[in-house]
């Protein structure tokens, strides 16, 4: 090797030693990237590849030396940056979360001290108010207080705090409340509202506030009860009735709520809508009236015909009476009521024992009552069997049940065939369809001692040949007074009286009844009575008057 290139050679490696040293000192300074490693070491590294080309196997090795140098200062520079780069995004993050909490620490304590936001105290808002702020706002409240009670018919009264001395009284409700605030959790409150009741402590006259609520207008007025939503009968079936408001102050209730409102500092008390009024049990939209009206309509499905001189019909105008309601809606059936309507029915259609007219074939006009004869209705079968019919909602046509019956229905309840007997004339007619099948002079009942022939409406009860009719028991003898036989026995009375043959009779008619008359019977010439006996049978009626 010359000594001109051995000089360049020792040049050039005394260039790549000062460059190394630089690049030691740059990593073991700042921290660089690997874009950081400056230019010159590139620039040194392709010149030293010049050089290396002209120098020995030492140079060689030289310059593998320097170069792994170089690599592991690339390398090194690569893995700090890296390292400072993945701590950066934690250590802001941390920074921010650790504000935020002081943040969300110092508005939690600040609401220790006051309302949280959209809180509400007895319908005021007060968010971020203190409990002093509060506590003034009711102060002045109390100061300049007036309650305006709204009455019907567009009547109202007012009450003011300093007619009752109303002033506020200390207490630490309010602080109470501030206290039971969930202060941490303040951020919910911006998203939810809260509104909170607190029950104002005041103190007033009780005496003078009394006097005040004796002189409002709706105290003084007429008191007029409210009618309750009801069922009522429109003529087919049971409807609910509108319930109806009175006037009748319930003074229990518009007391408390007066005060109620003077606590709550409440400036207007409307006395319907507070119900101070004493309100009706139901209303219209009462499910227990339309339920009511629902089971009442049941028993109007009844309809009962009964075929009397005309048409008697129970159905639902006669019905709806007897169905009732009580104050809770309990329905029920009075059965009392029908027993009594039964009752007016039976007065109506019985015709047993009452007051009958009647006229003869000649013409003569008599009255007749009492006897055996006649329609007697069983009130008490009948009543019975009208409920069940009604409670099982039946339609039917039926005669009543009777204890006894007549031919007809009407004035002349015998109807068209019967016997008729004069006393007054001592004439007889058996009547037949109407017409005059048979008649006969007759001597009655010896007028003296008892034994006249009773008046009214009888029935022939049976008919007998060759019978012995027999008097009372004489109690010397104990034989009875008489015992006289006859053909013909055709007796209308369980105490003896009939009618029957009187072949010892000499006459009949006129007045020979009065010093020859019978024990009570209606004797007939022997020939008239067979024919009487021929025609009848028993239950023929048998009319018996003067």
Known sequence: ????????????????????????????????????????????????DDTVKNTGDEDIRSRKKVKRRRRGARKGVKKQAKKSMGKKPWIIAGSIIGALVVIYLGIAAFFMSHFLVNTSINGKDFSGKTVADVEAYLKEQVADYELTILEQNNVSDVITGSEISLAYKENSRVQDALENQRQLLWLISLFSESDTDITIEVEYDDAALEENIQNLQAV??????????HPEYDGNSFVVAEEQYGTTVDMETLTAKIKEHITEFDTTLDMMDEECYVMPAYTSD?????????????????SITYPMDEDVVVDKDLISKWVTYDDDMKVAFNEDAVREWMREFGKKYDTLGTTRTITTPTGKTA???????GWSVDEETETKNLINSIKNGEVAERAPAYKQTAASHGAQDWGSTYIEVDIAAQHMWYIVDGAVGME??????????????????????????????????DPETGKP????????????????????????????????YQTNGSHGCVNMPYDKAE????????????????
Not at 444 to 472: F, H, N, W
């Open 1 to 48: 090797m010359s000594r001109k290139r051995r000089h360049q050679s020792e040049k050039h490696q005394e260039n790549i030693n000062i460059t190394d040293e630089n690049a030691f000192e740059d990593i073991s300074g700042e921290e660089q990237t690997e874009e950081e490693v400056p230019d010159e070491y590139e620039e040194a590294e392709d010149e030293q």
């Open 220 to 229: 003084t007025a007429e008191q007029v009860d409210p009618v309750a939503a």
């Open 286 to 302: 009462s499910p227990e009236v339309q339920a009511a009206c629902d089971e009442m309509n049941e028993y109007l499905k009844a």
């Open 367 to 373: 009255e007749v009552s009492g006897g055996t004869y």
């Open 440 to 473: 006969s002079d007759v001597v009655t009942g010896l007028p003296a001692d008892g034994r006249d022939t009773p008046t009214g409406v009888y029935s022939i009860l049976y008919t007998e040949r060759d019978s012995t009719l027999k008097g009372e028991t």
């Open 481 to 512: 007074s008489y015992e006289t036989p006859v053909a013909f026995w055709m007796p209308f009375t369980w105490q003896g009286h009939g009618f029957h043959d009187a072949t010892w009779q000499s006459s009949f008619g006129g007045s020979r």
């Open 531 to 546: 024919q009487l006996f021929n025609m009848i049978s028993a239950g023929t009626p048998v009319i018996v008057h003067n």
